[in-house]
Nanobody, 124 residues
Framework: QVQLVESGGGLVQAGGSLRLSCTAS????????MGWFRQAPGKEREFVAT????????YYADSVKGRFTISRDNAKNTVNLQMNSLKPEDTAVYYC?????????????????WGQGTLVTVSS
């Protein structure tokens, strides 16, 4: 069974940090782009960050640029999201996703494989 499992969410004060992890299983994801999206209550799921299969290309939403860092470890089939200087507006459920094409990773509507999500709550 192919699946993505996120972890690392929690409650943190504004200005704090969290590190999210996503572990993929069921097949190798070393040839796939991987990335993170988030969805706040009542809002549409939005792109956060994505990384190419070899880590050579990384893209971020403007709202997180300079604060979040995406990385991956193909040997462990994991992708991570280091989140620093967190703001209350970062509060959301964060989801991991994967796709063979990094160009597809910017639009959640084109992605079919998702994890269950991990909740990040940033208090002011």
């Amino acid at each position: 069974q192919v699946q993505l499992v996120e972890s690392g969410g929690g409650l943190v004060q504004a200005g704090g940090s969290l590190r999210l992890s996503c572990t993929a299983s069921g097949r190798t994801f070393s040839s796939d782009a991987m990335g993170w999206f988030r969805q706040a209550p009542g809002k549409e799921r939005e792109f956060v960050a994505t990384i190419s299969w070899n880590g050579g290309n990384r893209y971020y939403a403007d709202s997180v640029k300079g604060r979040f860092t995406i990385s991956r470890d193909n040997a462990k089939n994991t992708v991570n999201l280091q989140m620093n200087s967190l703001k209350p507006e970062d509060t959301a459920v964060y989801y991991c996703a994967a796709h063979p094409s990094i160009a597809t990773m910017f639009d959640h509507r084109r992605l079919a494989l998702w994890g269950q999500g991990t909740l990040v709550t940033v208090s002011s």
